[in-house]
């Protein structure tokens, strides 16, 4: 079955970076794109980004050009995901989710269980 | 970027009742419309894609209907496990989602 196992719990200080983690087993890793989505505490979902696997290749949302990386190591099927210069607004939490496997209008059908990224000084 | 509406942002509704939420996009995404399911402290599932395919295992009572821009999901009987949030998403061009539809149960 499909599973996407992410890192635990961050806390960090203003100005630092995050990196999460997010482990997929169960189907064809290179196969699926694999998208970020973040939720701040009580509010909505915010798409960041997508990694195609198998090329590397990136699409990232416009409100966060210039601070995100995603990466992946195919040899382990994990995907990374690196935010910099974190502030108090980027608290939240933050999933993968696969996507399409060429197809960019696919949805996102399964999720990974959320890490939490708290940023405090 | 393509802006997603969702209305009402809250319902309350009995057992039974036939719910319906509305999504408008800020222009024309075709079909390109899907909902996701968020019950509390969990990851959003989806449960429709391309505004009316139901995705495996939802059950029946959810239906999707709509392109363009205007989408509707509807559940045609409200059960007490259908407690959660809703957001629709537009898929024609990146991703945006709606702000959600918290669903609660009278």
């Known amino acids: 079955q499909v599973q996407l196992v992410q890192s635990g719990a961050e806390v960090k200080k203003p100005g630092a970076s995050v990196k999460v983690s997010c482990k997929a087993s169960?189907?064809?890793?290179?196969?699926?794109?694999m998208h970020w989505v973040r939720q701040a505490p009580g509010q909505g979902l915010e798409w960041m980004g997508l990694?195609?696997?198998?090329?590397?290749?990136?699409s990232y949302a416009q409100n966060f050009q210039g601070r995100v990386t995603m990466t992946r190591d195919t040899s382990t099927s994990t995907v990374y995901m690196e935010l910099s210069s974190v502030r108090s607004d980027d608290t939240a939490v933050y999933f993968c989710?696969?996507?399409?496997?060429?197809?960019?209008?696919?949805?996102?059908?399964?999720w990974g269980q959320g890490t939490l990224v708290t940023v405090s000084s | 970027d393509i802006q997603m509406t969702q209305s009402p942002s809250s319902l309350s509704a009995s057992v039974g009742d036939r719910v319906t939420i509305a999504c408008r996009a800020s222009?024309?995404?075709?079909?390109?419309l899907n909902w996701y399911q968020q019950k509390p402290g969990k990851a959003p599932k989806l449960l429709m894609y391309?505004?009316?395919t139901l995705q495996s295992g939802v059950p029946s009572r959810f239906s999707g209907s709509g392109s363009g821009t205007d989408f509707t999901l509807t559940i045609s009987s409200l059960q007490p496990d259908d407690l959660a949030t809703y957001y629709c998403?537009?898929?024609?061009?990146?991703?945006?989602f709606g702000q959600g539809t918290k669903v609660d149960i009278k």
């Open positions: 990694i195609n696997p198998i090329a590397g290749t990136t």
């Open positions: 169960g189907y064809t890793f290179t196969r699926f794109y």
């Open positions: 391309d505004a009316s």
């Open positions: 222009q024309s995404i075709s079909r390109y």
């Open positions: 989710a696969r996507g399409g496997s060429s197809d960019w209008h696919v949805p996102q059908d399964y």
């Open positions: 998403q537009q898929s024609y061009s990146a991703y945006t």
